[in-house]
């Protein structure tokens, strides 16, 4: 028999605000919903390791589903799934609500582009027998990380004729992999007395292609021409083809359960796919919504969103001034009237790295999906920081739908930080706050999310997409 509560106990109860670790607030049987769900997610990330592999995922479950491709000036009706192709690096989907476009529509962007190490220009090179690639780092990284992994090349070239290669090497069992060096302990005295963020340099980022030479007695550069020649075979690509190629390196590791209890999941990139599958999957089972439901998979968020795939860019305003002229109504007025969810990652409490968060606003793994008022650094700036009305909208959503989520903050006060899409949303005047999920070792090759922040985090895109009214 517990004994009757004190008036001060029952008086905490009703004024303290509660948090409970989601493996303690849901059933069995949702956990096992939860991780049900988390299984075609790693098959996701298992497909879609760059922008481009993304988008062409996102399209074609959206093509099942019966999602239509969008051109301007199409005429669209309520109920109409269509799709946006952004050069193949960003896709836009609508379901067209009942209600008018000019009370707004309902959109989550989550970005597809996550850090990883693309190639120069002009890659490759024999040094001392050895053939390597020149790269260039994509997006913020602890380079040191990236040395002694087994990585996998992703990407396109076009050659001279027009004509596009698509490259997808290391995922395959029996695929070769690639990989960038690091010193012996034995010989790294000099080395381990740089900082860490020089442990690797930016130029030492050189990856491993190759190493047995052309079976040729005078010819030089013999082992970088047994490579094109391997190349040229396969592709039919010569070394000037790379001139107009985007390259990339990516960590090769499959998703994987973390955990003897499996609740985790480590694997590359959850920042962001983590979001767009949410967001993705969320619109897919659409199909009557009274409010336009919109979700935007961008690319070159970890670069600062510049470019014309980025969210900087005009596209996704186009698309919404195109929609919205398809019936009558101006595009500012769908613009300003929009309810958006930023759906990006935000950075998890870690045991091992106490000291970075301020552990009353930290997020948790576990904890559900993560709101995240404002970002920035110093004095939040660069932050587009949402209105207490637009929080609280949020949070009765949540609320109303039993999803199991918190707030976050990405970091203590002066320590670092860091920006979304958000603010550039913000900027065109809709309405825009910051929901994802908790990442622990975020940006590395290796990053770590939990099974029911995942799922709860796709019951709030789906909740928000069929909020009535
Ligand atoms: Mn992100
Ligand atoms: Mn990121």
Request: hydrophobic share 40%; net charge negative.
């Amino acid at each position: 028999m517990s004994k009757e509560k004190s008036a001060a106990e029952l008086l905490k109860e009703q004024l303290f605000m509660k948090k409970k670790h989601a493996g303690l607030v849901m059933t069995e049987e949702q956990v096992s919903r939860c991780d049900d769900f988390c299984e075609s997610y790693k098959d996701f990330l298992d497909g879609a390791k760059t922008e481009r592999e993304a988008a062409d995922s996102a399209i074609s479950l959206a093509k099942e589903e019966g999602f239509k491709e969008y051109t301007p000036g199409m005429s669209l009706k309520a109920g109409d799934k269509i799709y946006y192709n952004n050069r193949g690096k960003a896709v836009i989907l609508a379901v067209i609500g009942s209600e008018s476009m000019e009370k707004g529509v309902r959109l989550a962007a989550a970005h597809i582009d996550s850090p990883r190490i693309d190639l120069k220009q002009n890659p490759l090179y024999e040094d001392n027998e050895v053939a390597l690639f020149k790269t260039h780092y994509y997006g913020g990284i602890k380079k040191y990380q990236w040395a002694t992994i087994p990585l996998s090349l992703h990407g396109v070239l076009i050659k001279k004729d027009g004509t596009k290669v698509t490259i997808r090497i290391g995922e395959d069992e029996g695929d070769p992999v690639f990989f960038i060096s690091d010193l012996l302990p034995h010989l790294a005295q000099e080395q381990v007395k740089r900082t860490l963020n020089e442990g690797i340099k930016g130029e030492e980022l050189n990856i491993v292609v190759g190493s047995r030479p052309f079976r040729d007695d005078d010819v030089s550069d013999k082992v970088k021409l047994n490579i094109l020649s391997i190349l040229h075979e396969k592709y039919g690509i010569i070394e000037s083809d790379f001139l107009s190629a985007e390259l990339e390196m990516v960590p090769a590791f499959k998703a994987k359960d973390i955990g003897f209890d499996r609740s985790l999941i480590g694997s590359y990139g959850h920042d962001d796919r983590v979001c767009a599958y949410t967001a993705l999957q969320a619109i897919l089972g659409c199909s009557t919504v009274t409010k336009t439901a919109v979700v935007c998979l961008t690319d070159k968020e970890e670069t600062g969103s510049d470019g014309n795939t980025g969210l900087c860019s005009a596209y996704l305003k186009n698309f919404l001034y195109d929609i919205g002229e398809s019936f009558g109504v101006n595009g500012r007025t769908v613009v300003s009237n929009t309810e958006c969810l930023s759906a990006d990652v935000n950075a998890a409490f870690d045991p091992t790295f106490p000291d970075v968060v301020e552990k009353r606003n930290a997020a948790f793994l576990n904890y559900g999906v993560v709101v995240t008022k404002f970002t920035g650094a110093r004095g939040k700036s660069g932050t587009s920081d949402a209105s207490a009305e637009f929080v609280g909208k949020v949070r009765s959503l949540m609320e109303k739908n039993d999803i199991i989520w918190q707030t976050g903050e990405l970091g203590k006060v002066d320590l670092g930080g860091g920006g979304t899409v958000a603010a550039y949303l913000a900027n065109l005047g809709m309405d825009v706050i910051d929901v994802g999920v908790p990442v622990m070792a975020m940006h590395a090759p290796y990053e770590v999310v939990a099974k029911t922040d995942v799922y709860m985090t796709y019951k709030a895109f789906k909740a928000f997409f069929e909020e009535q009214g």
